[in-house]
């Protein structure tokens, strides 16, 4: 059974850090592309990052570009969003997803990890 868990969302100032992680079980986890997508409150899906199978090439919406980072480790079946200098406008609801073959799409989704950008 393929799952997808986040963690590490929070309630930060403007101008504050924070590091997302999404652990992943039930599938080869090296072997496919993973990508971010983010939920504002109020709002629909919106793409943030993906990066490909072995870590390199990663892309970024951007409306986060300069200002997120996104990573993998491999070995630990984990991937991350490193987000700094954040707005209040990255409020929301943070999702990592299994991208199917050939950036096609998602197949498979996280519950979502919450980030709270207030003063």
């Known amino acids: 059974e393929v799952q997808l868990v986040e963690s590490g969302g929070g309630l930060v100032q403007p101008g504050g850090s924070l590091t997302l992680a999404c652990t992943a079980s039930g599938f080869t986890f090296s072997g496919f592309a993973m990508t971010w997508v983010r939920q504002a409150p109020g709002k629909g899906l919106e793409w943030v990052s993906g990066i490909n199978s072995g870590g390199a090439s990663p892309y970024y919406a951007d409306s986060v570009k300069g200002r997120f980072t996104v990573s993998r480790d491999n070995a630990k079946n984990t991937l991350y969003l490193q987000l700094n200098s954040l707005k209040t406008e990255d409020t929301g609801m943070y999702y990592c997803?299994?991208?199917?073959?050939?950036?096609?799409?998602?197949?498979?989704w996280g519950q979502g990890t919450l980030v709270t950008i207030s003063s």
């Open positions: 997803a299994k991208v199917v073959a050939g950036w096609s799409g998602m197949d498979y």
